[in-house]
């Protein structure tokens, strides 16, 4: 679709759903739905001929969900084995303007869905933080048995920068 911006945001090397194939996760961060561009991210699961047809679409709640998104794969935030769809969009207006938020989907979904229809949300706290400018798996920080995220937020502090470290065990 004209103006989409399909491939803002690409991440693969990761079996979401056990095949043995490696999948990919891509958005389109002024993705078209309906008459809305709300953005959506679309897991593309891998086979042995490449990637299926068989799409499932993630889709933004609100007009302009999709600006900024930002994509990655964590190890299993629950220690399912199951790699974790993180989905973060700084530009959220969740708590105030631009606060920012990340999703993350504990299990690749069967069907089309929406962002709030994820087993996870962290939300920024204060307008223009831009919580999830940033995101990435770092393993078992603490170590305590689960893996770690880290998230940036651009805009805290007076636009100084922040990361934030979250120890999983959800």
Sequence with gaps: ENDDYFGSTIVGDADLN???YDDAVIGAENGLIGQFRRGYVG???GSAEGYTNDIVYIEGITDDDGDNLTVAFSPSLVNSGTPTILIAHPEYDGKDLNSGAVWGFFEPPQQDVLFSD???KIEGTAMNQY???SITSLGDVNQDG??????GAK???NNKGSVLLFNAGY
Excluded: H, P, R
């Design 43 to 45: 897991v593309y699961f």
């Design 18 to 20: 056990g095949d043995g």
């Design 146 to 151: 689960w893996n770690d995220i880290a998230v």
């Design 131 to 133: 919580f999830g400018s």
């Design 155 to 157: 805009g805290s502090e």
């Design 118 to 120: 994820a087993d996870l």
